[in-house]
């Protein structure tokens, strides 16, 4: 006959590979699943105007204007694992001294049990679009919505020419 300490040897065990069978099927659950919602972001007036800048001894910037609207149904990101989402909007655009410049312009924080429907309209960048010189005027300037859930990212990309012929690319 077994001991008493190896009856409860054998039970800790048993109990710790369910245990470990349960966390891998967990896993499993959100492991495969295909993240992705649709997004659709117009952007309404684009102006550029060279400003003052503060930040250095550089004189005047290119700052950017806009406004653009958000339409976004989230509910399918959100499952027993995503207990937030952080959605971020940056414009994304290539001047002759820098190969990428990203510039958030606009975040937003989903918990869960909130409304996951984003129909916002006429928003204004809540973060200032400066660029380090005067490369805005001239470029195309690449907007793109993100959303993490865990690790994944949904990207939508729009692009719109500042001060120029508007164009458009999805």
């Not at 800790?12 to 997004?39: D, H, I, N, Q, R």
């Not at 027993?80 to 909007?89: G, P, R, S």
């Not at 660029?131 to 300037?141: E, S």
């Not at 793109?144 to 120029?164: D, F, P, Y």
């Amino acid at each position: 006959m077994n001991s008493l300490l190896s009856r409860l040897n054998s039970l800790f065990a048993f109990t710790l590979t369910v245990m470990a069978c349960l966390t891998f099927g967990c896993f499993l659950s959100t492991a495969f699943k295909e993240y992705g919602a649709p997004v659709h972001i117009a952007i309404g007036r684009v102006s550029v105007k060279n400003m003052e800048d503060f930040t250095g001894p550089k004189g005047k910037s290119d700052l950017g204007f806009l406004t653009f609207d958000v339409r976004a149904d989230l509910d399918s990101l959100f499952n027993w694992n995503v207990k937030q989402l952080f959605l971020y909007l940056t414009a994304e655009y290539t001047t002759k001294n820098n190969a990428i410049n990203q510039v958030v312009l606009w975040d937003k924080i989903i918990l869960r049990g909130e409304n996951t429907t984003i129909n916002l309209k006429g928003l204004r960048p809540k973060y200032f679009f400066f660029d380090d010189g005067n490369g805005l005027r001239i470029m195309v300037v690449g907007l793109v919505h993100e959303s993490q859930a865990r690790q994944h990212k949904e990207t939508v990309e729009i692009r719109r020419a500042l001060g120029g012929a508007h164009t458009s690319a999805m």
